[in-house]
């Protein structure tokens, strides 16, 4: 079974400094990667997902994320925090030729400093 | 043009009563889930139906029954409920072979 693991459960950062959200994976198998936010009150809404091909991937709101086999990591990051993005932030994996199966990290809580 | 909804947003009830929660996709997706998330946002996945069939029934107590009338509809019916119920439950849907998931708003469940 894969595991996910997001260190650090809360980061904070200052607006308009870099964000960065660890995710390490483990599998034996190549994964499908996604990072996912939550709003408050809110369901989880899709960032960003790698799947195949290029190792950088873009996202919605200016976060991307890199896919490092041999570090098995899937970081998250933003070049210029926004008050906007204090949120709750997930890292998930799947794997299976359907993609039925998610695994979730335990989420990292993202608060910027005005 | 909501593409998973879910109803009740917010559910109070009593100990030992019965409730169920509605889910609706309307992304011509063919499998949908029911996750619970705990007071530490922790997701749990509890349920999954593909084309209306059970293919992932994780461990959870037999008073969580889920329902799949068709690809669109996945409800979740809870028998006897218990404080340690009170989460959020939320749905999502995936068409097989895309892995992403896409996840309705939640439901607010306490259980007083």
């Known amino acids: 079974a894969q595991s996910v693991t997001q260190l650090g459960s809360h980061v904070s950062v200052s607006e308009g400094a870099l964000v960065l959200l660890r995710c390490n994976y483990s599998?034996?198998?190549?994964?499908?990667l996604f990072w996912y936010v939550q709003y408050p009150n809110q369901g989880l809404q899709l960032l960003l997902k790698y799947t195949t091909g290029a190792t950088l991937v873009k996202g919605i709101n200016g976060f991307e994320a890199e896919f490092k086999k041999s570090e098995t990591s899937f970081h998250l990051t933003k070049p210029s925090a926004h008050m906007s993005d204090a949120a709750e932030y997930f890292c998930a994996v799947s794997e299976g030729s359907t993609g039925n199966q998610f695994y979730f990290g335990t989420g990292t809580s993202l608060t910027v400093i005005p | 043009d909501t593409a998973v909804s879910q109803t009740p947003k917010y559910l109070v009830t009593q100990m030992g009563n019965d409730k169920s929660i509605k889910c609706e996709q309307n992304l011509g997706h063919d499998t949908m889930y029911w996750y619970k998330q705990d007071s530490k946002k922790f997701l749990k996945i509890m349920f999954s139906?593909?084309?209306?069939?059970?293919?992932i029934n994780e461990t959870v107590p037999n008073r969580f029954s889920p329902k799949s009338p068709d690809k669109a509809h996945l409800n979740l019916h809870i028998n006897s409920l218990e404080l340690g119920d009170s989460a959020v439950y939320f749905c999502?849907?995936?068409?097989?072979?895309?892995?992403?998931?896409?996840f309705g708003p939640g439901t607010r469940l306490t259980v007083t």
């Open positions: 999502a849907s995936s068409l097989s072979g895309k892995h992403e998931q896409y």
């Open positions: 599998s034996s198998v190549p994964p499908y």
């Open positions: 139906y593909n084309n209306k069939e059970l293919i």
